[in-house]
């Protein structure tokens, strides 16, 4: 055989490998020491290839297709540095449990360490932040086939399992690196495999029943990427208690008129009302997924230590940073709207949350008709979003979207990276979301994530998307000024403000997108409302952090004056 033969037989194998066990799609950036797996990929039948020209947006990319779609997306690159930019998505991944199938193109072992060019350590280059990672033999004309399909299908199970996470695959490579485009691959055969159910125990059952006869309750549902079966709904009426709904739990969207009075979309603005807390204090929680993003929540939550505090979790992996829970239930939550529940009286404490709610949505429709501050334009943005993907960034974005997006019947979908809550990929994490929904999505962003991430945009002329942006430009980091280090005047700008006086006009231009610039709520609806006739759509919101924060504490005053009539 000769070495041509066996590249070419090897790459295939990989391939046919991952279509197999059920990977369908790739994304790839250009490098020379990647050839031959790229050549492979793009003659492979069942992988659609995505291209991406900078690794860090890739690696982004791929993480918005997998979270989107929760199935694992293989990324691929070459050697040296390349690899080495993927490592925040990485990060995120791990932390925001995504399945990904990380391949690093590499150096064959005899040119490693020894100044040989475009040649790092990319052994466990990802350390403790992926789930396994393997350093596969070259191709030989004996090939090991058989070794590589099981390591593969041990990639692929790894990173779809529970919890779900990156794995790393360190792939060497000696020229010449070119394949055989018309050599034809005989199957291996796979390895069948067969997942163990998570289901719930019958004392967890038994437990779950009792607990759930309780009347001041609370259902806490933490960042979900799926939407909840019909039968949740049926549930949660069955079971009234308030359901206190992340922004990322996806339960403020498609939401049935007849279950919406037990939707909380408001929990963060009453939680910061001290007589409303004292009123709320639960006697059970019961939470899915993880912490939502709420600050109030996560106080009001310590302060009261509830007796009975349980805890959803398919992993061994306890999320539980306040260390409250009393419970960790090591399943699916799918079987939790599966028990049967006692019919019960309408829960008076149920009552008060909804009515709290619908205090707080009144003074924000008061506080929108007086006020024009990034709250209320988030809100004017929000209220028009239609069957679409919205992708939220970090900071004040994430934070807008808890405080104004309220629970509505529209088909929305949000997204967020909350793993490592970092500012940076956004952009190319909204662009996977919208290939793996391939429906119109839109990315609510700051100015300065979206200058750390405007390479992103390249994606666009790679592939066909769809995708409208609005970037709340206050130049500078808006969430700081809500923070503490705000009240010390002395270098805030200089080391939190970071204003840059930049706006993106230009860059809208360079990238063939259409743009608007808009202060007003009017013209903010005009602009959202103006057929888009570009691939990319950037509409730049001016506003002003000092007033923003102004503002924001009129509705919290607003709020407590409608709750103290209550």
């Given at each position: 055989?000769?070495?041509?033969?066996?590249?070419?037989?090897?790459?295939?194998?990989?391939?046919?490998?991952?279509?197999?066990?059920?990977?369908?799609?790739?994304?790839?950036?250009?490098?020379?020491?990647s050839t031959p797996l790229a050549y492979a990929c793009m003659k492979q039948e069942g992988l659609t290839v995505y291209r991406q020209i900078d690794e860090r947006s890739a690696a982004y990319f791929a993480l918005g297709m997998a979270k989107a779609s929760g199935r694992p997306v293989m990324l691929l690159c070459t050697s040296g540095t390349a690899?080495?930019?993927?490592?925040?998505?990485?990060?995120?991944?791990?932390?925001?449990?995504?399945?990904?199938?990380?391949?690093?193109?590499?150096?064959?072992?005899?040119?490693?360490?020894?100044?040989?060019?475009?040649?790092?350590?990319?052994?466990?280059?990802?350390?403790?932040?992926?789930?396994?990672?393997?350093?596969?033999?070259?191709?030989?004309?004996?090939?090991?086939?058989?070794?590589?399909?099981?390591?593969?299908?041990?990639?692929?199970?790894?990173?779809?399992?529970?919890?779900?996470?990156?794995?790393?695959?360190?792939?060497?490579?000696?020229?010449?690196?070119?394949?055989?485009?018309?050599?034809?691959?005989?199957?291996?055969?796979?390895?069948?495999?067969?997942?163990?159910?998570?289901?719930?125990?019958?004392?967890?059952?038994?437990?779950?029943?009792?607990?759930?006869?309780?009347?001041?309750?609370?259902?806490?549902?933490?960042?979900?990427?799926?939407?909840?079966?019909?039968?949740?709904?049926?549930?949660?009426?069955?079971?009234?208690?308030?359901?206190?709904?992340?922004?990322?739990?996806?339960?403020?969207?498609?939401?049935?008129?007849?279950?919406?009075?037990?939707?909380?979309?408001?929990?963060?603005?009453?939680?910061?009302?001290?007589?409303?807390?004292?009123?709320?204090?639960?006697?059970?929680?019961?939470?899915?997924?993880?912490?939502?993003?709420?600050?109030?929540?996560?106080?009001?939550?310590?302060?009261?230590?509830?007796?009975?505090?349980?805890?959803?979790?398919?992993?061994?992996?306890?999320?539980?940073?306040?260390?409250?829970?009393?419970?960790?239930?090591?399943?699916?939550?799918?079987?939790?709207?599966?028990?049967?529940?006692?019919?019960?009286?309408?829960?008076?404490?149920?009552?008060?949350?909804?009515?709290?709610?619908?205090?707080?949505?009144?003074?924000?429709?008061?506080?929108?008709?007086?006020?024009?501050?990034?709250?209320?334009?988030?809100?004017?943005?929000?209220?028009?979003?239609?069957?679409?993907?919205?992708?939220?960034?970090?900071?004040?974005?994430?934070?807008?979207?808890?405080?104004?997006?309220?629970?509505?019947?529209?088909?929305?979908?949000?997204?967020?990276?909350?793993?490592?809550?970092?500012?940076?990929?956004?952009?190319?994490?909204?662009?996977?979301?919208?290939?793996?929904?391939?429906?119109?999505?839109?990315?609510?962003?700051?100015?300065?994530?979206?200058?750390?991430?405007?390479?992103?945009?390249?994606?666009?002329?790679?592939?066909?998307?769809?995708?409208?942006?609005?970037?709340?430009?206050?130049?500078?980091?808006?969430?700081?000024?809500?923070?503490?280090?705000?009240?010390?005047?002395?270098?805030?700008?200089?080391?939190?403000?970071?204003?840059?006086?930049?706006?993106?006009?230009?860059?809208?231009?360079?990238?063939?997108?259409?743009?608007?610039?808009?202060?007003?709520?009017?013209?903010?609806?005009?602009?959202?409302?103006?057929?888009?006739?570009?691939?990319?759509?950037?509409?730049?919101?001016?506003?002003?952090?000092?007033?923003?924060?102004?503002?924001?504490?009129?509705?919290?005053?607003?709020?407590?004056?409608?709750?103290?009539?209550?």
């Amino acid at each position: 055989m000769t070495n041509r033969k066996a590249l070419t037989e090897y790459v295939s194998a990989f391939t046919h490998s991952l279509v197999e066990l059920g990977v369908s799609d790739v994304v790839i950036s250009p490098g020379s020491r990647s050839t031959p797996l790229a050549y492979a990929c793009m003659k492979q039948e069942g992988l659609t290839v995505y291209r991406q020209i900078d690794e860090r947006s890739a690696a982004y990319f791929a993480l918005g297709m997998a979270k989107a779609s929760g199935r694992p997306v293989m990324l691929l690159c070459t050697s040296g540095t390349a690899a080495a930019n993927y490592f925040p998505a990485v990060i995120e991944a791990y932390y925001a449990r995504v399945p990904l199938i990380v391949v690093t193109a590499d150096r064959p072992h005899e040119l490693r360490e020894v100044g040989a060019p475009q040649a790092i350590n990319q052994v466990n280059l990802f350390g403790a932040h992926v789930k396994w990672a393997t350093d596969l033999p070259m191709p030989e004309t004996e090939n090991q086939l058989a070794f590589l399909s099981r390591h593969l299908h041990r990639s692929v199970q790894s990173a779809s399992s529970e919890p779900k996470g990156p794995v790393h695959v360190n792939v060497p490579f000696r020229e010449p690196l070119r394949i055989d485009f018309e050599q034809a691959y005989e199957s291996l055969g796979e390895i069948a495999h067969f997942g163990g159910e998570m289901a719930l125990s019958p004392s967890s059952q038994e437990f779950l029943k009792n607990l759930m006869k309780k009347e001041k309750g609370l259902l806490i549902v933490g960042e979900m990427t799926a939407p909840m079966p019909v039968e949740f709904w049926s549930f949660i009426q069955q079971l009234d208690w308030p359901v206190l709904a992340d922004p990322l739990s996806n339960l403020r969207g498609n939401v049935p008129p007849e279950a919406k009075h037990l939707i909380i979309d408001s929990y963060d603005a009453l939680l910061k009302n001290e007589a409303f807390k004292k009123e709320a204090t639960p006697e059970a929680v019961i939470r899915i997924g993880p912490q939502p993003v709420s600050k109030p929540l996560s106080l009001f939550l310590a302060g009261v230590k509830p007796k009975v505090y349980v805890v959803f979790d398919e992993s061994p992996m306890l999320r539980d940073a306040q260390s409250l829970a009393t419970h960790h239930i090591q399943s699916s939550a799918a079987g939790l709207w599966q028990l049967p529940l006692e019919v019960k009286q309408a829960s008076s404490y149920r009552e008060k949350w909804t009515a709290a709610s619908e205090l707080y949505w009144k003074a924000v429709n008061s506080h929108c008709k007086e006020e024009l501050d990034e709250g209320v334009l988030a809100k004017v943005f929000f209220d028009k979003l239609e069957a679409c993907d919205l992708i939220v960034g970090s900071s004040m974005p994430i934070r807008d979207v808890d405080t104004f997006f309220n629970t509505t019947e529209r088909d929305v979908m949000i997204y967020a990276n909350r793993g490592a809550n970092g500012i940076d990929g956004v952009v190319s994490t909204a662009f996977g979301v919208q290939a793996a929904k391939r429906r119109p999505a839109y990315l609510f962003i700051g100015d300065l994530s979206f200058l750390h991430d405007m390479n992103g945009l390249i994606a666009s002329k790679m592939q066909p998307t769809d995708l409208t942006i609005v970037i709340m430009n206050n130049d500078g980091g808006g969430i700081f000024s809500y923070l503490p280090q705000s009240q010390e005047e002395r270098h805030f700008e200089d080391l939190f403000g970071t204003p840059t006086g930049l706006t993106f006009s230009d860059a809208a231009k360079m990238y063939d997108a259409q743009y608007a610039a808009v202060e007003t709520a009017e013209q903010l609806a005009q602009a959202l409302d103006q057929p888009k006739d570009k691939a990319v759509k950037i509409i730049e919101v001016f506003t002003d952090r000092q007033h923003n924060v102004a503002t924001h504490r009129k509705l919290w005053s607003r709020l407590d004056g409608e709750l103290a009539k209550q």
